[in-house]
């Protein structure tokens, strides 16, 4: 689809007019930016020990429980950026008998090795149930500070780890943590991609679609139940589909002549916008769910494509040829009030705005190369993150999820935004592309 936009967008004849306000505003602006390059270094993070959980029962069940949730908490509070999870090897308690309640183990234990917080936990297996009890410790004050009690199934417990761990970022935040998410994106090559959704700890990749096409732009509903995303295949009009997290009820929604790309959901669910060239331009259109009640919201000259609306769903992020090559544009979500605000790289596209509304991720793209870039919504305080593309924000807006081939093949990786931390997600083995990161998901 990058190529497509970008035979697209360079098709378009941009007038001298507004070719001189496009250099007026850029010589304007630009001596307000600050421009940051990601190091990934300089971000102090709290030191945090996590041993082995407890068998407080006589069962053992699948696997390495003991070790199975323990490592799923590290990788959690890893992933977080706040923590550095000290290696075992250095514990002096023994897990497998040191008790999980305060008063009945040795701070000192812990203290000693440089924890400042400390997490424990228990277990009992019955069957297939599993009752999982998992308590945070500040060390140096001696205290509890939250306990949780859970219960579910023995296959699930990273799950009910993912839990105890967005209750410990909602304790430090005020805002649940994106653990339990999920990432949709598309896969393949030569033609022929389809739709996949993997788990943010990198578990359950499951392929959605046997569509025998090319896959692209998945968007998800607000929430998180369903997916949105555009098919084409030579010799048949371009199409928008619909399909389930799970991968059920399939349906085609509409198709047109021409293009048919980048869809977002409103904020309410209730409508979406896409770019579609039907009536000759490639213009944003909204539509029902049901592909009834199609309106233009745009009427331009120019090229528009990749809508990202704001999390109050009043405004919208796009990107627009408008003065040459494609920049990122805010307007109201009526279609009012359009105005450039992106001034760092020259050839800019696939706008995702923030859900805490502060930031919009783009990508641009230099050389042969795109690099993802992330603004203020005004456009100014821009921090480069490296060679990538398709950036989308995670649900407590603090990491995004990128389509990069930094290490070989075309993979995704997470990386947050203060740059504490990054992560492969996949392997990128068959080319992976336009990762959508999902709405945090009901219990």
């Not at 950026?81 to 040191?98: H, K, M, Q, T, W």
């Not at 928008?240 to 409103?266: Q, R, S």
């Not at 504490?420 to 592309?433: P, Q």
């Amino acid at each position: 689809m990058k190529k497509l936009l970008r035979i697209l967008f360079m098709a378009v004849f941009c007038s001298a007019l507004c070719l001189a306000f496009s250099h007026l505003t850029l010589k304007n602006a630009q001596a307000k930016f600050k421009i940051d390059i990601y190091a990934g270094s300089g971000v102090h993070k709290t030191s945090m020990a996590i041993p082995l959980l407890r068998n407080l029962g006589d069962k053992s069940g699948p696997g390495n429980l003991e070790k199975d949730l323990a490592d799923a908490l590290t990788d959690d509070m890893m992933m977080t950026g706040f923590f550095d999870v000290l290696p075992r090897s250095i514990y002096l308690e023994n897990p497998r008998i040191a008790s999980i309640k305060q008063g009945e183990f040795n701070f000192d234990d812990w203290s000693v090795i440089g924890s400042e917080m400390l997490i424990k936990g228990g277990f009992v297996v019955d069957g297939n149930h599993i009752s999982i009890e998992f308590r945070l410790f500040d060390v140096i004050q001696r205290r509890l500070i939250i306990g949780k009690k859970y219960e579910g199934n023995t296959e699930d417990y990273y799950r009910i780890a993912h839990k105890f761990s967005n209750e410990i970022i909602y304790t430090m935040t005020g805002e649940p943590g994106s653990f339990g998410t999920q990432v949709a994106y598309t896969s393949g090559g030569r033609g022929r991609t389809e739709l996949y959704v993997i788990d943010v700890d990198g578990r359950n990749k499951k392929k959605l679609t046997r569509l025998g096409g090319s896959v692209d732009s998945p968007a998800w509903s607000p929430d998180g139940k369903s997916i949105l995303f555009t098919y084409a295949r030579e010799g048949e009009r371009a199409s928008l589909w619909i399909i389930n997290a799970d991968g059920k009820n399939l349906k085609k929604i509409c198709e047109y002549p021409g293009v048919v790309l980048t869809p977002a959901f409103h904020p309410t669910g209730k409508y979406f916008i896409l770019t579609l060239s039907k009536d000759g331009n490639s213009e944003l259109y909204t539509m029902n769910l049901d592909g009834s009640d199609v309106k233009r919201l745009t009427n331009t000259w120019y090229i528009e494509v990749s809508p990202s609306f704001s999390p109050d769903g009043k405004s919208l992020a796009y990107a627009c040829d408008r003065g040459g090559q494609p920049q990122i544009f805010k307007m109201n979500a009526d279609g009012t009030n359009a105005a450039r605000i992106s001034f760092v790289g020259g050839y800019n596209s696939d706008p995702s705005w923030s859900p805490k509304g502060d930031k919009i991720a783009y990508q641009s793209l230099s050389g042969n190369n795109f690099h993802v870039y992330v603004m203020n919504t005004d456009g100014y305080e821009v921090t480069s993150f490296g060679l990538g593309e398709h950036p989308s924000f995670s649900p407590d807006g603090r990491s995004i999820v990128i389509s990069s081939p930094r290490s070989g093949g075309r993979g995704l990786f997470i990386i947050n935004i203060d740059g504490s931390f990054i992560k492969k997600l996949t392997s990128g083995a068959d080319n992976d592309m336009s990762p959508a990161w999902s709405p945090r998901l009901a219990d």
